[in-house]
């Protein structure tokens, strides 16, 4: 189904990255965008945007999802696309990540995400239309070495959105789940943790990545359009995922060589 124009569009962790791309593009196609982010007040590259409102919302507590829900009964009297995309970087080797450090990424990742589809469902199945898009990772997917805690969060993601896949099918609302691999986006950030020659790794595949966020986005809302579940956003994201399910021997034995190469240098 296409992106209308006049579409409402409620986007979290829109200040910066794949948000921001999103909240761009969307507010160019003539989408009323809701922008959310932990910010007090929206940034200048969301203030500029035509037909994009701003509210703070800290996808960790409760009081701030029940306000953005107010907003858009008042203002909209409905939503059409939830966009679940608020996150955090972390990872490191199991025993040099804290688990203050895992109760963060929970937080944020996985819990800020079930937040948001626990307080929209029920408007969504009420209209008997509309569709959630959560933000995971190609790493929801996939599991390389020295990522335990974003694995485990960005897995939980996929299957949060596989289960609402079915259970909200009955009500005609749909449920996408975004998987990207490595992009340029400010993510590098928020890393956390002890293991500073993992969060260097991560560092630099991140700063050195030719995709853009806004390339991102334009895939995203081309496989939302389209109704696609799982949204793979680059070849490397595909065809490890593919090896996964096919040739998981050669899977293996690649993540084995990562492993120990990692070792190696630490």
């Given at each position: 189904m296409s992106i209308v124009p006049q579409s409402r569009v409620l986007i979290t962790g829109a200040a910066s990255g794949l948000g921001l791309a999103l909240a761009t593009q969307l507010a160019g196609r003539g989408c009323r965008v809701l922008a959310t982010d932990v910010h007090p007040e929206a940034p200048a590259a969301l203030d500029a945007l035509r037909g994009v409102s701003y509210l703070t919302l800290d996808v960790t507590q409760d009081v701030d999802w029940s306000r953005a829900r107010d907003w858009v009964v008042k203002q909209w009297d409905g939503l059409d696309y939830l966009f679940n995309n608020a996150g955090v970087a972390a990872g490191g080797r199991i025993e040099l990540t804290e688990m203050d450090q895992w109760q963060w990424i929970v937080d944020i990742n996985l819990l800020g995400v079930a937040r948001g589809c626990r307080t929209f469902t029920p408007m969504l199945k009420a209209q008997g239309a509309g569709h959630i898009i959560n933000t995971s990772s190609a790493a929801g997917l996939i599991h390389p070495p020295r990522m335990s805690e974003y694995n485990a969060v960005k897995a939980a993601v996929v299957a949060l959105s596989e289960t609402l896949f079915h259970e909200l099918k009955p009500f005609d609302v749909n449920v996408s789940v975004v998987c990207p691999t490595f992009f340029k986006t400010n993510l590098t950030g928020s890393?956390?943790?002890?293991?500073?020659?993992?969060?260097?790794?991560?560092?630099?595949?991140?700063?050195?990545?030719?995709?853009?966020?806004?390339?991102?986005?334009?895939i995203v809302l081309a496989r939302v359009e389209k109704g696609t579940h799982i949204i793979l956003t680059d070849r490397e994201g595909k065809l490890a995922y593919a090896a996964k399910r096919w040739l998981r021997p050669l899977y293996n034995r690649e993540m084995a060589k990562a492993a120990a190469r990692m070792g190696r240098r630490d």
């Open positions: 890393l956390r943790g002890k293991d500073e020659s993992a969060q260097a790794s991560a560092a630099k595949l991140i700063d050195s990545s030719k995709r853009t966020a806004d390339e991102i986005a334009t």
